[in-house]
Nanobody, 123 residues
């Protein structure tokens, strides 16, 4: 069993930056890939970024490529999402997730989820 807790959300002006953190407890996620998803009000859940179990491979949705960076510190059982050049369309609740199966951009592949943290970007 893995518990995930996101933090670091808040209100920022367009063009600003935020760093989200995802802390894991219960079991280490060092052996598992993880990802960030987001869901805006009234919208479908959307893939943002993913990182391999080792942390050596990263993947991004086209909408955030070049602006966001995902990282993973297995020793600390923590993952982060650095978000730069934020846009109003980035406004959403952001969730971290862990898969005990294969890394994927499909939310249905993920087994454990955090409670989410709100990111609001003002225009």
């Amino acid at each position: 069993q893995v518990q995930l807790v996101e933090s670091g959300g808040g209100l920022v002006q367009a063009g600003g930056s935020l760093r989200l953190s995802c802390a894991a407890s219960g079991r280490t996620f060092s052996g598992y890939a993880m990802a960030w998803f987001r869901q805006a009000r009234g919208k479908e859940r959307e893939y943002v970024a993913a990182i391999s179990a080792s942390g050596l491979s990263t993947y991004y949705a086209d909408s955030v490529k070049g602006r966001f960076a995902i990282s993973k510190d297995n020793a600390k059982n923590r993952a982060q999402l650095q978000m730069n050049s934020l846009k109003p369309e980035d406004t959403a609740v952001y969730y971290c997730a862990v898969t005990i199966r294969s890394i994927s951009s499909d939310f249905r592949s993920y087994d454990y989820w955090g409670q989410g943290t709100q990111v609001t970007v003002s225009s």
